[in-house]
């Protein structure tokens, strides 16, 4: 007899930040009326395009490469059991621990027995995806554990009480000005002569962090790539702050969302290429820090892996979707997104923000929580373009619409527009009445909505005397 | 050549003159256009709004309309962007492998106006005369899913009188997107408003584009600016001549 394992399910509310408070368009126009914000973004994400794009146009077969990305990742989903098996195999063998989360309550559950097991009451975080969006910090605060986030941005998210708002860069909403004052309000010990000359921030947030790695005995960290090969486990970061979490402490639990699953250490040759100048338009990552289990006498002699579901299962079960999942959290979409450079990515309500997030949240949690997620976007296809690993975001977007629960009015006009555009005869009386719109005027007063949001900020166009089929006919 | 005109629903209805100038243009050449009359919209419209169930009789009925055609046009780089890469898509979704495999032939026959003068009429001077200062908007969809490339800046480098001015920032989206423009509406502003910046910085007198929609809304940004720029679609600039400047 087998045993039913049940559907795959959504990652669980009421924990985490995969959903917002607010649909998309109204958290979109509260961003959208903060002129600094508006600023911060344009110049950040105008910076980080120039720059990333001056680097792949060096490499002659980068096509081949995202090529080469996009089906290395359609292989491992297509054989993701297998993989996860092998890797938690490896790193048995190596010495780690491995642990299965079905979702972010049990991951915290686990990560937080595991330090309260230590006895430490201070872990040092590396910047992670997959612990914001389980919401591991409250988790650990609740047991009274203090997690200090060690990656520069995401320490001044932790200090301002604040939330990321981009993947990679998460304090790209906030300028250097704001950041000085968030130091000089919130961390401990800082020179009240603090100016806000980058090289002094980053001096300051140093004496600030060395500290804590040395005194503190636990680390935990997300992973980029797990090895199922050899069971490494690999980190990429610009800092090297990463590198003293993973060597200083006594114990490092690793959270890792299972599609970071790589076949084989060889593939990195294809994903180390792509990643740093996708993101940080950097040649080569400055820090690649690799290890594989436990090494005795080296670096922490603990060493558990979290293998992290929470909806990844739900979006593999998806032929369209799925490729969601290929995501390698370079961020090159939402740099080169007309929505996120003006809206940020707080209006998205998700940890994953940006046309990559408005594909991948509405699936990890079931559309109905993120239903409004999936238009937020032009459909312009400038993400597409841009992805490292070729994920066809356009297609996703209207692929999950399709999806979404539609508002009642919307889908009685959309069935009526249907149904005249499959007749002919009654399409040309319909082309006739729009002259109608004459009536309303060029700003259209009057207009119900959502066509009201129309003719806030534009003209209506003018109808013409006759449409073209009329003219055709009479020519 | 005998070739078929899609005028697509928004030009049909809302923007005839675009039509008008491609028949105008074509003839021109020395063509013979057809207008088969069964045809109404591409369906885009409903796809891109998550009413794929919708759009199939639209689909239906446009690969059924321009099957027995040889070539078919339509001024418009995003509806043909639909028909090229959704067509199938939504009659796979439905089941209908017959519609689908039609559809892909029917796409394969279908050019946005700046591919079928270039890649099948082999023409880059229309002999067409211009006298403006003119800047074009790369549309998202001609751009980046039917790849168009220069074709329409080659076409308007060769119109007689005309100066053509770079626009700055010019592949960023204008912010139309379809629904986009009214469920995301201030989102759609904000990205229009820089849209219209760019513009007005070329000191154009005329905008110009190969998609009426994305036209509308500029214009329509432009006309509540009180600017005095135009929007021209890319086939009325590409139909004037002397005859037509001297009126």
């Known amino acids: 007899m087998s045993t039913f394992l049940g559907m795959p399910a959504h990652a669980p509310r009421g924990v985490g930040h995969l959903r917002g408070d607010e649909p998309f368009p109204a958290a979109a126009r509260t961003a959208l009326a903060n002129p600094q914000l508006r600023r911060n973004l344009e110049h950040a994400t105008t910076t980080i395009r120039g720059k990333s794009g001056r680097v792949i146009a060096e490499v002659p077969d980068w096509q081949e490469l995202r090529s080469a990305g996009s089906a290395l990742k359609t292989y491992t989903m297509a054989n993701l059991p297998r993989l996860l098996e092998q890797l938690e195999e490896k790193v048995t063998a190596a010495g780690g621990v491995v642990h299965w ?71 790209i909403h906030r300028n250097r000005s704001e950041i000085r004052e968030i130091f000089l309000r919130e961390m401990p010990g800082v020179d009240p002569a603090l100016t806000d000359n980058p090289a002094d921030l980053a001096a300051a947030a140093r004496r600030y962090l060395r500290e804590t790695f040395l005194s503190t005995k636990v680390a935990v960290s997300g992973a980029n790539f797990g090895i199922a090969e050899t069971g490494t486990l690999a980190v990429v970061e610009s800092e090297g702050n990463g590198r003293m979490c993973l060597t200083l402490p006594e114990t490092l639990i690793t959270v890792m969302g299972i599609e970071k699953v790589v076949p084989a250490w060889q593939d990195l040759e294809v994903f180390l290429q792509l990643l740093p100048r996708a993101s940080t338009g950097e040649r080569m990552n400055p820090y690649t820090s690799m290890w594989t289990g436990v090494t005795p006498g080296d670096g922490p002699q603990n060493f558990h892996l979290v293998l992290l579901d929470n909806g990844r299962t739900a979006v593999l079960a998806d032929e369209v979707g799925r490729s969601a999942l290929h995501c390698i959290r370079c961020s090159a979409c939402l740099n080169v997104c007309p929505v996120y450079e003006r809206t940020g990515g707080h209006a998205y309500g998700s940890v994953y923000p940006g046309p990559i997030g408005a594909v991948l949240s509405p699936q990890l949690t079931g559309i109905e929580d993120n239903a409004t997620l999936p238009y937020a976007s032009s459909l312009c296809g400038a993400c597409f373009d841009a992805c490292p690993v070729k994920i066809d975001i356009p297609s996703i977007l209207v692929h999950l619409r399709n999806q979404a629960p539609h508002p009642r009015a919307e889908k009685a006009a959309m069935a009526a527009a249907a149904y005249t555009m499959d007749r002919p005869r009654l399409y040309r009386r319909a082309q006739r009445a729009a002259k109608l719109t004459k009536l309303l005027g060029r700003r259209g007063r009057g207009l119900p909505p959502p066509l009201n949001g129309w003719v806030a900020s534009r003209d209506l166009p003018s109808p013409p005397d006759e449409s073209f089929r009329d003219w055709w006919r009479g020519r | 050549m005998r070739i078929a005109l899609f ?132 549309t998202c969809h001609s751009l980046r899913v039917l790849r168009v490339g220069d074709r329409p800046q080659r076409l308007l480098r060769r119109v007689r009188g005309l100066d053509l001015v770079e626009l700055p920032a010019a592949e960023q989206c204008c912010g139309f997107g379809g629904t986009f423009s009214v469920k995301n509406a201030d989102t759609s502003t904000a990205m229009l408003a820089d849209k219209l910046q760019h513009v007005l910085e070329t000191g154009a007198d005329v905008c110009t584009a190969g998609d009426a929609s994305c036209l509308m809304h500029i214009g329509g940004g432009l006309s509540r600016l009180r600017a005095d720029v135009r929007t021209v679609h890319l086939a009325e600039i590409l139909a004037s001549t002397e005859v037509e400047a001297a009126r």
Do not use: W
């Open chain 1, 101 to 171: 989360a079905a979702d972010a309550e049990e991951a915290n559950r686990i990560v937080t027995g595991l330090v309260r097991q230590t006895g430490e009451q201070r872990v040092i975080k590396i910047k992670s995806m997959a612990t914001q969006e389980i919401g591991l910090n409250e988790a650990l605060g609740e047991a009274g554990i203090d997690p200090v986030e060690t990656d520069l941005a995401e320490l001044i998210v932790q200090l301002g009480h604040d939330k990321p708002s981009h993947i990679l860069v998460p304090a």
């Open chain 2, 7 to 138: 005028a697509t629903c928004l030009a049909d209805t809302m923007f005839p003159a675009a039509a008008k100038a491609t028949v105008h243009l074509l003839e021109r050449l020395g063509h013979e256009v057809v207008f088969p009359v069964g045809q109404t919209c591409c369906g885009q419209m409903h796809i891109n709004t998550g009413y794929q169930g919708q759009a199939l009789p639209l689909v239906r009925r446009y690969v059924r309309t321009f099957e027995p055609c040889d070539v078919v046009v339509a001024p418009s780089g995003s509806c043909v962007g639909s028909v090229r890469h959704q067509h199938a898509m939504v009659a796979r979704q439905a089941g209908d492998e017959g519609l689908a495999a039609a559809a892909e032939a029917v796409a394969g026959r279908t050019y946005e106006l700046s591919e079928l003068l270039i890649d099948v009429l082999g023409v880059e001077d229309v002999g067409a005369y211009y006298p403006h200062r003119v800047t074009y908007h790369p």
